[in-house]
């Protein structure tokens, strides 16, 4: 039996970020269940980088990656991670007051400033003029290149020595010794720290090590995708929604791209777009925008995963000796990546956080497990 210092489990973007810095510690094993990384969440983000999004926690382990998306470590990456997109807001009759709200929530670094009807409409000509009253517009958002930063983590990992096992679901976790004992694609290997970085599969990994559950759900969210209208500059077309609501509209790869921003509790699973939420965001989008679509859009759905407060859950089990909980990133795991990953090795090697983190405003207390 193989024995490792650190065993992650879930080679998505929250688990090949905690190997990647882990194994610059110790010995570490990164294992994925499916025949590849990143099949689930990862694999179907179209991530934004938004400093002004999510409760308070949310938004300092955000802005404390910030450094790391504009200027990443030398050798990390050759492709740029972020590139500027921005996101329009806009207020439906009556919303005025909720997106003065919105706009209060600017900061010096992050700006978010009122644009007129005339001047949201130069920005996004697409959208149709009698379903707003008002605007804001925020520059500091950023489009996020998921597969460059997934793909860096995975390589940083290797070149750290770290090895990866994928079509390797875990089977068995035992406590032994002071040793976990991980049973996993038909091998065994010894673990020192198991890292739960499943995703939607979180609470089901930690029942197998006889952990109590956080309370993780797994959401659907669903996204269509169509072809850009003739004449329309989508290179500077930005993130479009409205104050308050889930829908949202962005280009995507050369496309556009609408979501409903539902959140459908589901078990965790291969998630599959379902035939109404595709017919309802069709037609959100027709409502909206001037676009008409003459043929069915191509569709696709992906998971995100919640505790009851919204928070991620970081740190080590209490009642479990050295079974360390990485889950519940919800629909800002790509954003958080850098920052937790960061905290989970200093945590999980009894290292005092690096200064920046120490001065970032993260309260660990609100993020450990089993605080509900």
């Known amino acids: 039996m193989d024995t490792v210092d650190f065993l992650v489990i879930g080679a998505g973007i929250s688990g090949a970020s905690a190997a990647y810095e882990l ?8 294992l994925e269940a499916e025949n590849q990384p990143g099949y689930h969440s990862t694999g179907r983000s179209a991530a934004l ?29 050759e492709t740029p991670l972020v590139t500027p997109r921005g996101a329009l807001t806009l207020a439906k009759p009556g919303q005025e007051a909720a997106l003065a709200d919105l706009i209060a929530q600017s900061s010096p670094a992050h700006p978010i400033i009122a644009l007129s009807p005339a001047e949201a409409l130069a920005k996004a000509p697409l959208m149709r003029p ?14 996020m290149d998921v597969d460059a930063l997934h793909q860096a983590y995975l390589r940083g990992f290797k070149r750290r020595g770290g090895q990866i096992g994928c079509s390797a679901p875990v089977r068995g976790l035992t406590r032994v010794g002071g040793l976990w ?18 995703g939607a599969w979180g609470d089901a990994v930690g029942a197998l090590a006889g952990a109590a559950p956080q309370g993780l759900t797994p959401m659907r969210r669903t996204a269509i ?18 104050v308050g609501e889930g ?27 379902e035939e109404l939420d595709i017919a309802l965001t069709a037609d959100w989008l027709e409502t909206h925008t001037r676009i008409t679509l ?9 998971l995100r995963s919640f505790v009851p407060d919204g928070l991620p859950v970081l740190g080590f089990d209490p009642a479990v000796e050295g079974f360390f909980w990485l889950i519940g990133q919800g629909g800002y795991g790509i954003m958080m990546a850098p920052t937790l990953a960061r905290l989970t090795a200093a945590l999980a090697t009894g290292a005092a956080l690096p200064p920046d983190l120490a001065a970032a405003g993260i309260d660990l207390t609100a993020l450990r497990p089993g605080r509900g």
């Open 247 to 273: 829908p949202y509209l962005r280009p995507e790869a050369g496309a556009i791209m609408a979501s409903l921003g539902e959140e459908t509790p589901v078990p965790p699973q291969d998630i599959q777009p």
């Open 49 to 77: 980088y938004t400093a002004n999004f999510g409760p308070p926690q949310v938004r300092a382990i955000n802005a404390a990656g910030y450094g790391f998306f504009t200027n990443p470590p030398g050798g990390f990456t």
């Open 294 to 302: 003459k043929r069915a859009p191509r569709a696709w759905a992906g």
């Open 225 to 242: 995708v169509v072809d850009t209208p003739p004449g329309l500059a989508l290179e500077t077309l930005p993130l479009v929604e409205y």
């Open 181 to 198: 004992r991980v049973v996993a694609g038909g091998v065994t290997i010894g673990a020192r720290t198991v890292i739960n970085a499943a």
């Open 130 to 143: 009698e379903t707003f009253t008002a605007a804001a517009f925020e520059a500091g958002v950023l489009d």
């Open 23 to 30: 194994a610059a510690a110790g010995k570490t094993c990164l």
